[in-house]
């Protein structure tokens, strides 16, 4: 079992910004770039169809939300249904708008489902979570939820103010009904990514869970750079401006209330941080094997030094470190998926620890 640190001292050494790349898996070079795409595409296409075709005609369902990772699962589903010879009515992709999806996330699903051709429907889950959540006697946000209808309920999440929409349980009912209606669809395809894997950012046996999952390697650089690819290089409009708007939207689990016009949007980034940052302190510690000191010491020395000063690189990588260790539960359950480059965090694989691990000091 592999935890991590085990760098001795680090001395003054040259300027390494020349050399120590921001990005996760290759270097940031045409050719490099290039195989890595081809090299991806392929590792989760020929995965996805063997197991596509070991369980045979079994439905295949999919959420597709307007956002990147799914955005991404949905077009390897795509390609590898190609390679079966089956149609893209076979698939069954589902958008299930809640309480914070935004119009733009919700019209770029539903176009980009219609343009690929697959057969897809949407499913409001307001209705069923506003139930849960009277069922379980919960006040999202202090609302009393007894005598009030949806409609009012609604109108009132608008005038939550930003500092107060604090509200894991009304996060995770939305996220756990989504996962409900897919699995009893079929064979559900996962779509969270490694980065979020790495951090916890998913809701146990929710969005974390699936039958199999083709993103669980695929750190969310890549993801963004992947989907960007394809867009400009496998598609032509509409589809290609539909994935170019997607990878342009603010990451977010749209799980909370949006504001008056959908104008505060819950950004991952602004909670968790940057993923250039953690899939940069994912891949040295993981990969290379390095300590806190060393990864701190080598994010100074690129690129990242010109947009975060090091109190920033000290706090961003103190929650990786601190929400790597404390999520471990959440890897130790992963669906099966296929490992692309260089770094997995499978517990039947690469990454064995046990959950209640505390990090080094």
């Given amino acids: 079992m592999v935890l991590g640190p085990r760098i001795t001292q680090i001395k003054k050494t040259p300027d390494f910004s020349g050399k120590t790349t921001r990005t996760l898996l290759c270097h940031p070079t ?3 770039l290039r195989n890595a795409v081809t ?5 989760k296409s020929l995965d996805l169809r063997s197991r596509l075709e070991s369980i045979g005609n079994t439905p295949i369902t999919l959420g597709v939300s307007g956002g990147l990772d799914s955005t991404l699962a949905l077009l390897v589903t795509c390609k590898t249904f190609e390679k079966i010879n089956r149609p893209y009515s076979g698939l069954n992709a589902i958008t299930m708008p809640g309480f914070g999806t935004s119009t733009r996330t919700l019209e770029n699903a539903k176009n980009l489902m219609k343009a690929l051709g697959v057969s897809y429907e949407e499913i409001d889950i307001k209705p069923l979570c506003f139930e849960e959540m009277k069922t379980l006697k919960h006040k999202p ?5 007894q005598d009030i209808t949806l409609e009012k309920f609604i109108d009132s999440l608008k005038k939550v103010p930003a500092n107060n929409r604090h509200d894991l349980v009304f996060e995770n009912i939305q996220a756990r009904r989504r996962t409900s209606f897919l699995m009893n669809r079929g064979f559900v395809i996962g779509t969270g990514d490694l980065s979020e894997l790495a951090l916890g950012w998913c809701t146990f046996n929710a969005d974390h869970m699936s039958m199999y999952n083709p993103n669980c390697s695929i750190p969310k650089t890549l993801v963004k750079f992947l989907v960007e690819w394809v867009a400009n290089n496998s598609y ?4 290609r401006g539909i994935l170019m708007d997607i990878a342009q939207t603010v990451i977010s689990p749209e799980l909370l209330p949006l504001g008056e016009n959908e104008q505060e949007i819950q950004s991952t980034e602004t909670s968790v941080g940057p993923y250039e940052l953690h899939d940069f302190f994912l891949y040295h510690w993981i990969r290379n094997n390095f300590d806190q000191e060393k990864i701190f010491f080598l994010a100074t020395q690129t690129k990242f030094k010109n947009s975060y000063d090091q109190k920033e ?3 961003w990588l103190d929650i990786f470190i601190q929400r790597f260790f404390s999520q471990q539960y959440k890897r130790s359950t992963l669906p099966d ?5 260089t770094v997995s965090l499978s517990p039947r694989g690469d990454w064995r620890m046990p959950s209640d691990v505390r990090p080094p000091k």
């Fill in 30 to 32: 045409p050719s490099n």
């Fill in 39 to 43: 090299k991806s595409s392929k590792s």
């Fill in 141 to 145: 946000f202090g609302i009393e939820l």
């Fill in 236 to 239: 032509q409009e509409p589809i």
């Fill in 313 to 315: 690189l000290r706090h």
């Fill in 337 to 341: 998926g296929p490992k692309v480059g």
